[in-house]
């Protein structure tokens, strides 16, 4: 049996491949069981493909790369939740996350109960990337990770520095005529981030992953080799429990002693 499980709960599809892609495929390249949980099918997001007409053919294809994406990676086991995609704004779809915060604790309370991780890493709290989904659940898993956690577990929030952020809007900015860059506050301070993990080793599986999301667009694709090296390959995250003492950066995920 594997000596640790780690429970990465995301928004939507795709997040856990353009986002901590790295640590699920080499959390599970170490021997870790990788269980991902995605609380929608993200059926609000755009068609990249343009063959899915719908939103509930959309969250269908999605789930699906969902789940072949996780397989590159590595992970054992996913599960979705069952609410809906909010969307970026306006009002939230009756049944969705932002509409539905009773119901997302309840799964959130069940995923955690049944999985019983011994290290959880979610979204950004703080809404650094403006998607509100992915703060509503980061805000839910932490609530109930307290609430209901009574074993010994580690708790992450995955997150971007606003250092890297800052580097593709310049870059972008820079590809585009005219286009004057005017600074962002976009991305979480980097002097909150506590864990830097380097997955260069599973990057080509990352970028297999990601290749499964043909619905969705790469963020990657209009940047340079060496900084979608760094959103890719590495990952950045603040460690919320244990607290953090300080001192140097954690290079790997704290997992209780056996």
């Known amino acids: 049996m594997p000596a640790h499980t780690l429970l990465v709960v995301v928004a939507h599809p795709d997040d856990e491949s353009f986002g901590c892609g790295a640590l699920i495929a080499g959390e599970a390249a170490r021997g870790v069981d990788v269980v991902v949980a995605s609380a929608s099918r993200g059926e609000l997001g755009e068609d990249a493909s343009g063959l899915h007409p719908s939103p509930a053919m959309l969250g269908a294809a999605r789930e699906v790369e969902m789940r072949r994406a996780a397989r590159v990676l590595g992970a054992s086991r996913v599960e979705i939740l069952g609410l ?88 972008i900015a820079a590809a585009q005529p005219d286009s004057v860059y005017a600074g962002t506050d976009m991305g979480r301070p980097d002097d909150h981030i506590t864990t830097i993990v380097d997955g260069t080793g599973v990057a080509e599986r990352v970028w297999r992953a990601i290749a499964e999301h043909a619905t969705q667009d790469s963020p990657f694709e209009a940047i340079s080799a060496e900084l979608a090296h760094r959103f890719v390959a590495v990952d950045h995250l603040v460690r919320i429990h244990p607290a953090w003492p300080g001192g140097p950066h954690e290079r790997a995920l704290s997992y209780p002693s056996p």
């Not at 019983?116 to 950004?124: A, G, N, S, Y």
């Not at 980061?138 to 606003?162: I, K, N, Q, S």
């Open 84 to 171: 809906g995609d909010s969307g970026w704004d306006g009002a939230a779809p009756s049944g969705s996350i932002v509409a539905e915060p009773e119901r997302l604790h309840m799964e959130l309370t069940r995923l955690l109960e049944a999985h019983r991780p011994d290290v959880v890493v979610t979204m950004d709290p703080s809404g650094s990337d403006g998607h509100r989904d992915h703060a509503a659940v980061a805000e839910a898993t932490t609530a109930v990770f307290g609430d209901r956690v009574d074993w010994p577990a580690a708790l992450y929030h995955w997150c971007m520095p606003h250092s890297i952020m800052d580097d593709w809007l310049r870059e």
